[in-house]
């Protein structure tokens, strides 16, 4: 398929700039690819497709104020994106400058610390922060939160709840999971009480998520890599919801893309991992019954991926209606439940 294929027009006036008051009052677009339907609804009504005994999987992760801004030992203004911090001194990052920075040279960053350039790794670069901080501390300290492109305000204190999920507890992602940010504590209670399983996973969302697809057939376009954490716990959860009929759903694609690359791989088990996997449509899925999403950005991967598990032309259907019905797109949008077609095999 042509990256074509997965692009369409949104009024500029539909992307969301900002969070609503409160967070389970967005809208929610169903779309069941069993019987191949689309209704509208409301986030704050999502605990009526649960049932005792399902499995909710949330992502865990923390988003870092990973956006930097400083200067090159020649007094060029850079900007730094950290992507992936390594360990306590060293991290992966995005620099842009007027020219790039060479291996062994010096990046001045706030509060007087500098970091060094070691080289390159893949598309970024690998530096080291001098002196006895450590990264996540240096960011918290002198860091921006990295708000999304197409959010065209500087992050301010609002955003720094908001674009963060009220479950968040591991440190190591530049970009939200979205979807998550619709669920406030009663909601997530509300789930509990009904005996619902609520199991979490870690995905470090990196700054790939934003980048666009550049070639025309996506069979050559090649996914950004990202650390995820799937616990034992919610490996139990799931193989004990799959054996007694009940239904796992995921929220938000890197929950989806965790669950699914560790059940490419082989036998669950709980373990550390990376994952570059790359969801199209004809993709065999093995775990997610359901996903939780956010609208995605036309041409994008994740696009692609909801085109793959609700199907290519549902999703056009889908994306069209939310359109006409003016449902608020991207990280601070609206939200889908997708429920996949079951396997005829």
């Keep these: 398929m042509r990256t074509l294929d997965f692009d ?20 929610l677009l169903e779309v069941n690819a069993t019987n191949h339907s689309i209704q509208d609804s409301f986030f704050r009504q999502i605990g009526d497709h ?23 030992a020649t007094g060029g203004q850079i900007e730094v994106m950290i992507d992936r911090v390594l360990n306590a001194q060293e991290a992966y990052a995005q620099i842009k400058s007027s020219r790039s920075p060479k291996a062994g040279g010096l990046l001045h960053l706030p509060g007087d610390y500098q970091a060094e350039v ?29 708000l999304p492109p197409y959010i065209e305000h500087t992050a301010d204190t609002t955003d720094s709840t908001r674009y963060q999920t009220v479950f968040a507890r591991h440190e190591g992602a530049v970009a939200a999971p979205t979807a998550g940010l619709h669920f406030d504590e009663a909601l997530l209670q509300s789930l509990i009480a009904k005996g619902v399983q609520v199991h979490y996973v870690t995905l470090h969302v990196g700054a790939g998520t934003f ?6 057939n996506i069979a050559e376009h090649h996914m950004h890599s990202e650390v995820y954490h799937l616990p034992e716990q919610t490996i139990d959860a799931i193989l004990e919801a799959r054996a007694n009929g009940k239904r796992v759903t995921a929220v938000g694609t890197t929950s989806l893309r965790t669950l699914e690359s560790a059940a490419h791989a082989g036998k669950l088990f ?13 993709f065999e899925f093995k775990l997610v019954d359901r996903l939780i999403t956010n609208f995605h950005l036309p041409k994008s991967t994740l696009m692609m991926l909801v085109s793959a598990f609700g199907g290519y032309d549902l999703m056009r259907q889908a994306y069209a209606h939310a359109i006409k019905q003016s449902y608020r797109f991207f990280s601070y949008g609206d939200a889908m439940l997708i429920t996949r077609a079951v396997s005829k095999k």
């Design 211 to 216: 980048q666009p697809v550049k070639v025309d």
């Design 270 to 282: 709980a373990h550390h991992g990376e994952t570059d996997i790359f969801i199209t449509p004809g």
């Design 50 to 72: 649960f049932e005792a005994g399902d499995v909710l999987v949330l992502n865990d992760t923390k988003v870092i104020k990973a956006r930097l801004f400083g200067q090159k």
């Design 118 to 146: 070691l080289g390159r790794h893949m598309d970024m670069f690998h530096i080291r922060l001098l002196g006895n901080e450590s990264w996540y501390d240096f960011l918290e300290r002198y860091g921006q939160l990295p």
């Design 8 to 27: 369409f027009y949104l009024p500029p006036d539909l992307i969301a700039q900002h969070p609503l008051p409160h967070r389970s009052e967005s809208r």
